[in-house]
């Protein structure tokens, strides 16, 4: 059988273009973000992936490492939960919570706005922790000075090559859970190549965060 393939129509136009403003809109916020941050010299990782891949707990392994030495917060997004936050809280590190409703993904003016509770003064890095998504936050930078995309092997094969847009800007890329790989049947180094092929120069770092296995790596590959 041919291959379907499903084309805009005459009347998407419009939608495109409102698309590209808001983009473009984003893109000016994230650079002024950025702006305020260098001021302020603190350092700033936008950490994403879908839910449930192990996100959240990447962030608490590298804070607790990292507490006694940098000055850190983290800013949580998520849909209307605080969960996640809580548990960053319960750490000792500090957290701001944002929640976005609908919206599938943070957006540099929610950064912003968050920023502006925080005395940056008084702090070195911060973790920004996207909504659960591997499209949305492609798309919507929010001034961070790293990227990671955590991906797990819980998510299938596929994972990947289905959702190229979100490695290709990562500086890091970690494919979590190596533990459940076999029980899965899920090859870790097809998921590795499958990075190189879209984004060679990503680091990519094959990790169980929840044991801590790899978190090493990845603070050596953000240089701290």
């Known amino acids: 059988m041919s291959r379907i393939v499903v084309g805009e129509d ?6 495109i273009e409102l698309e590209e403003s808001i983009v473009k809109r984003n893109m000016m916020l994230a650079d002024e973000n950025r702006r305020i941050l260098d001021d302020n010299r603190v350092r700033a990782i936008d950490v994403m992936g879908a839910t449930g891949s192990g996100k959240t707990t990447l962030i608490l392994q590298v804070c607790r490492r990292l507490k006694a030495k940098y000055r850190i917060a983290v800013i949580k997004g998520d849909l209307t939960s605080s969960i996640d936050s809580d548990i960053i809280l319960k750490e000792g590190i500090l957290s701001i919570q944002v929640n976005t409703g609908r919206e599938c993904h943070l957006d540099a003016s929610q950064i912003r706005r968050a920023l502006e509770k925080l005395d940056l003064s008084n702090l070195d890095l911060i973790f920004i922790e996207n909504v659960g998504n591997l499209i949305c936050p492609a798309e919507f930078p929010l001034g ?44 870790p180094d097809k998921l590795l190549q499958d990075v190189r092929s879209i984004n060679p120069k990503a680091y990519v770092v094959k990790a169980r965060c929840r044991d801590g296995v790899g978190v090493d790596e990845v603070i050596h590959a953000l240089g701290l």
Not at 10 to 15: F, N, P, Q, T
Not at 160 to 184: R, S, T
């Open 10 to 15: 005459e009347g998407e136009v419009l939608d």
């Open 144 to 187: 961070s000075h790293k990227r990671i995309v955590v991906v797990s092997v819980t998510e299938g094969p596929y994972t990947v090559v289905k959702h190229p847009f979100m490695f290709m800007d990562a500086d890091i890329v970690v494919i979590n859970k190596m533990d459940l790989a076999e029980a899965m049947k899920v090859d």
